[in-house]
């Protein structure tokens, strides 16, 4: 085909120049709503004008498989983890190229299915933990379920990756909602604001990352006062950092990537479990057939990882809840060089935007795309996986930069959704209405509320 045969490409739809400022408001109090209306108003494809900025967004299994995995190579980490990068450093999550490269490389062997089953056991305990927890304050009025999936998440992320205790560092939670806010601060105001700037955001953001910090160099300190070899993360990472031939950059990119581990190793699996359970109190169908399946499968044991493969709805469950809300919401990319997706024009530097959050919506491919139904992914159900393109559902993202620690993520949190299931019953707190948060994980805004019994 000659350049005069080929067809000739097309900008996407396009929002009105003149809601630019309107848009960039809204991007500030409901970036999910700005998304789902954008989808809904235009299609697959759209150009959105939000401030001085175009954001180019798709909105098909098609697209989100070009651009994160077919021609990943020609889209870096765009809006919103640009801005994450000033509060969070260059690790794993927001560095690219060669030193995203490189980190990978140091972190991949933790994460190998032999390494995961031997963690089993750990997880189960610190399931059984969070178990024994709630257990004593069935009866007491509600507890805050996000912050005890944080005390989970940070246990297991603690025993499993970096063989560390974490319980003894407060307020690690809280520090990393002051640096998400800040991040969140710097895509909102697209980074007009300078961070010396003293507003009382940035000065919380200063004493968090500097409380995070502490808590890096302790761990660091303490692991380097033991003379046995260990092969978890935090060990590996020290090794690389003391390869390095300028010393101040090992001990910066241990610090970015310690702190980034952090927080990726426990907010995402600790939001994926606060929707679990709030799906599930909203379904007491839901939560009597888990139970049901829990007590046949484990009896009055722990799990260990054998039966994952028995604990089919559990695993069901999960992956609806990650398809109504996916803990990842929005993969942002940078087009590096001109290209096509969709028989569309992406310039040259367009910031190009996939939202799991609305693909996962989108009724194409998800009958009544807003109704919480795990019998979606029972592979023989007709309507089921199979029918789906492969990426009309990527809660891990896709491509290069699938989540390292997926597998881990889905082990641990159906092992305690198993548990909790099995023996103990939570119910939202009348009058709590719940609303996403879409910070760089999905959060629920305010927590969530809920009373505890024990399982009948």
């Not at 980034?260 to 007491?284: D, N, Q, R, V």
């Amino acid at each position: 085909m000659t350049t005069l045969d080929r067809p000739r490409l097309l900008d996407p739809p396009s929002s009105p120049r003149i809601t630019a400022m309107g848009m960039l408001v809204k991007m500030t109090r409901d970036r999910i709503g700005m998304m789902t209306d954008a989808a809904k108003d235009y299609g697959d494809a759209s150009r959105l004008a939000v401030g001085h900025k175009t954001l180019y967004f798709f909105n098909h299994p098609d697209h989100a498989k070009h651009v994160l995995a077919d021609n990943a190579g020609n889209y870096q980490k765009g809006i919103g983890l640009v801005h994450a990068r000033r509060a969070l450093g260059d690790g794993l999550l927001t560095s690219e190229g060669e030193l995203w490269r490189k980190q990978r490389k140091v972190i991949q062997p933790a994460f190998q299915s032999r390494r995961i089953a031997a963690q089993a056991g750990a997880v189960a305990e610190e399931g059984a933990k969070l178990v024994e927890r709630l257990r004593r304050r069935a009866g007491t009025g509600p507890v805050n379920v996000p912050e005890e999936m944080t005390t989970l998440t940070l246990g297991v992320l603690g025993r499993t990756l970096l063989d560390a205790d974490l319980s003894r560092f407060g307020g690690i939670g809280d520090s990393f909602a002051a640096v998400q806010d800040q991040a969140m601060f710097e895509l909102e105001t697209l980074s007009a604001v300078p961070t010396w700037v003293p507003l009382p955001r940035q000065l919380r953001f200063r004493r968090a990352r500097r409380s995070l910090e502490a808590i890096v160099d302790e761990l660091v300190g303490g692991r380097r006062a033991r003379t046995e070899d260990r092969d978890d993360v935090l060990s590996r990472l020290i090794v690389s950092a003391d390869a390095e031939p300028d010393p101040a950059v090992g001990r910066e990119r241990l610090r970015d990537e310690l702190v980034t581990l952090l927080l990726a190793g426990h907010e995402t699996t600790a939001s994926t479990l606060s929707w679990a359970l709030y799906l599930i109190g909203e379904h007491p169908e839901v939560r009597q057939r888990l139970h049901e399946e829990a007590v046949a499968v484990l009896g009055d044991r722990l799990p260990v990882f054998e039966d994952l493969h028995q604990l089919r709805y559990t695993s069901m469950v999960l992956e609806e809840v990650m398809r109504l809300y996916p803990p990842v919401w929005l993969l942002p990319r940078k087009a590096l060089a001109a290209d096509e997706v969709g028989g569309y024009r992406v310039p040259a530097g367009a910031d190009v935007l996939v939202s799991p959050f609305t693909l996962h919506r989108h009724p194409d491919f998800w009958p009544d795309p807003e109704r919480f139904d795990p019998e979606r992914f029972d592979p023989q159900r007709p309507t089921g996986t199979a029918e789906r393109p492969r990426y009309a559902y990527i809660p891990f993202g896709a491509g290069p930069r699938f989540c390292v620690g997926n597998h881990l993520g889905m082990m641990e949190a159906a092992f305690v959704l198993a548990l909790l299931c099995r023996d103990l019953k939570l119910e939202k707190a009348p009058g709590h209405r719940v609303v996403p948060e879409p910070m760089l994980s999905l959060r629920i805004r305010g927590g969530l509320p809920m009373t505890v019994t024990l399982a009948r």
